[in-house]
Structures are given as C-alpha cells and as structure tokens.
C-alpha cells in the first residue's frame, strides 16, 4: 500500500500550532473531520482511547496515532509537522514534531496494518525526517510523503 492512497494534498497541514499532546490530537481530530465528514468529537476520543493503551510517539520526534472508526469506507492519512515539537510521551522520551494521523474503518484489518507499516517504515528514514522538517509548504510536505524518493523540498 503506497501512502499515495491514503492521503490527499489537503490533508497536510504544514503548521499545526499546539502546545500539548491533547492539544495536537484535538487539532487533527478538527482537521481529519473536515476529511472524513465524521464528527470532531468522535474522532478525538477514538485517538485518545488508543493513547490510552500506549502512547503513539514512536521516537526521534515522530508520532502516528491511528484508530478504526466504522463509520469510515475507507482509510484516511493526514500529516501535520507542528510549529514547535511537543511532549507526546514517546518511547525515547524526545518531544514530537512530525505527525501522521492514520483512521481506518473498523474492517480494515490488515490494510489498517499495512498502511501502519508504510507509514512507520516512511518515517524511520532519518534523511526523509529531516527533508520534511525542512520543506517549505504543504505542497513540499505532500510530495515528500507520496514520493520520499523526490530531492526537492
């Protein structure tokens, strides 16, 4: 699975302002409603109730909470670099900067799982980390993540 099918140009976000890690997730909950036509509200306790469980903050400032919704046909990616990396609680302890929300329909199965490890496997590169952090739009960021192979940033 290419991240290219899960995500779409609006669904980047080059600057998320948020102070906190609930304050990020609310803040993608609003802009993944805005994606999926779910409910805010719905989305956001989704994520929080996955949290709960673990914290998503896989290290070296990236985080990628996700949750299966039934109401969702289809999975839905959004990323967000963060103006100022955050406290997420990750497992190395480093404040988050880069995010990638992932929501999948409670049927998702091993697709859920399969974009996950996309995602995971796109975000462990050090040199694709650094190129996002550094890119100058939303349009860079989109094309960084559809086409991690791109220089241009």
Avoid at 127 to 136: H, M, P
């Amino acid at each position: 699975m290419d991240i290219v099918e899960i995500i779409e140009p609006k669904a980047v976000v080059a600057s998320l302002k948020a102070t906190s890690k609930k304050q990020a997730l609310q803040e993608l909950a609003r802009h993944a409603a805005e994606i999926t036509g779910l409910g805010e509200r719905r989305i956001f306790e989704t994520l929080l109730e996955r949290e709960r469980l673990g914290t998503t903050g896989v290290g070296h400032g990236v985080a990628i909470p996700h949750g299966k919704l039934g109401e969702l046909k289809k999975l839905h990616g959004m990323f967000a670099r963060l103006e100022r990396p955050i406290d997420f609680d990750a497992i190395d302890e480093q404040p988050v900067d880069l995010i990638f929300l992932l929501l999948a329909p409670e049927t998702a199965g091993a697709d859920h799982l399969k974009a996950l490890a996309r995602v995971s496997r796109l975000l462990r590169n050090a040199g694709t980390c650094e190129k996002l952090r550094g890119a100058k739009n939303g349009d860079a960021l989109f094309m960084l993540l559809t086409h991690p192979e791109a220089q241009a940033a």
